[in-house]
């Protein structure tokens, strides 16, 4: 019994956890007035260095 109790304490934290990233997703897309830019948000995440290259490789191939 202790089994399903578990499997069921587990699928309910799962789902608890899927719906509040979907609420966070939803909520990031937002209005503009309140958003901080994509291209500051991404020199956050992963430094203006390898930002820029990314930035630069990815325009590159979308040009061709």
């Not at 966070?24 to 020199?43: K, W, Y």
């Amino acid at each position: 019994m202790k089994k399903d109790m578990d499997a069921t304490i587990s699928r309910e934290a799962r789902r608890a956890d899927a719906t509040a990233l979907l609420l966070r997703h939803c909520l990031s897309v937002g209005t503009a007035e309140n958003r901080v830019p994509a291209r500051i948000r991404l020199d956050e995440a992963v430094g203006p260095a390898f930002a820029h290259r990314l930035v630069t490789s990815l325009l590159a191939h979308s040009r061709r």
